[in-house]
């Protein structure tokens, strides 16, 4: 009994959260990646997106290479969800 409840213990306090917090850090979005047309200033372009909320016709994003919030429009869902390396490949 108590070697089952040292067991539960070190999954619960060692293993589970390293667990997650390499998950956490795999260079996966946890959310839907866009390709989108995205207008900033007087210029139109293609960028990844990391869908945020929808909003009218398009989306309010995380654009990956601007690095800041940005509406797209004419969205169509990549199929790869990785945004960078992960960080034991960096």
């Known amino acids: 009994m108590a070697a089952e409840q040292w067991a539960a213990l070190l ?9 997650a917090f390499a998950a956490a850090l795999d260079g996966l979005a946890w959310d839907t990646v866009l ?29 990956l290479h601007a690095r800041e919030v940005v509406n797209g429009s004419a969205c169509v869902k990549e199929e790869s969800l990785r945004v960078r390396p992960a960080w034991w490949n960096s």
Do not use: F, K, Y
């Open 11 to 19: 999954l619960t306090v060692v293993l589970l959260p390293l667990t």
């Open 35 to 63: 390709r989108c047309e995205v207008a900033a200033g007087a210029h139109t372009g293609q960028s990844r997106l990391i869908e945020l909320r929808r909003e009218g016709n398009g989306v309010v994003g995380w654009d």
